[in-house]
């Protein structure tokens, strides 16, 4: 699991022990945030689901992982999910719109051009909500 920005992994707290009755769980700091000291090569998402992703496979050794992430650490689960399919067997992304057919990769970098870069998912935009509403399940799939 992944938390958002600027969250820790304690947020994912008050599920996992309900979780950890039928499944192994791992709440992750990204790099830079909570108990992290480690710096990656860099702090796009994609990188940052490489490390999460040596994290989780090479040195605790876990695959077929389902991966939960909320908001900045939706965009990393979801690259997470892509770079790595043979090492997921679900997603679960909250509060992040993502690119399909209902919103194209034009579109969606609008969404990230906010005046508050804590606020990366909406841009700050009003109409962003509205033009995703009714389209959730396009990205699943």
Do not use: N
């Not at 050794?61 to 909320?70: K, Q, S, Y």
């Not at 909250?94 to 209902?102: K, Q, Y």
């Not at 906010?114 to 935009?125: S, T, V």
């Amino acid at each position: 699991m992944r938390p958002a920005k600027p969250q820790t992994w304690y947020g994912w707290w008050p599920v996992m022990p309900a979780l950890a009755r039928h499944h192994t769980v791992s709440a992750v700091d990204l790099p830079g945030l909570g108990d992290s000291s480690r710096s990656p090569a860099g702090y796009d998402k994609a990188t940052l689901a490489r490390y999460v992703h040596t994290l989780i496979a090479g040195r605790l050794h876990l695959r077929h992982a389902a991966v939960v992430g909320h908001d900045f650490g939706a965009a990393v689960a979801f690259q997470y999910a892509a770079q790595f399919p043979g090492d997921t067997t679900r997603l679960a992304y909250l509060d992040l719109p993502l690119p399909g057919p209902a919103i194209d990769a034009a579109t969606y970098r609008t969404l990230s051009g906010a005046p508050d870069p804590e606020h990366h998912a909406c841009g700050g935009r009003p109409d962003a909500r509205r033009r995703s509403a009714g389209r959730e399940g396009h990205s699943v799939r």
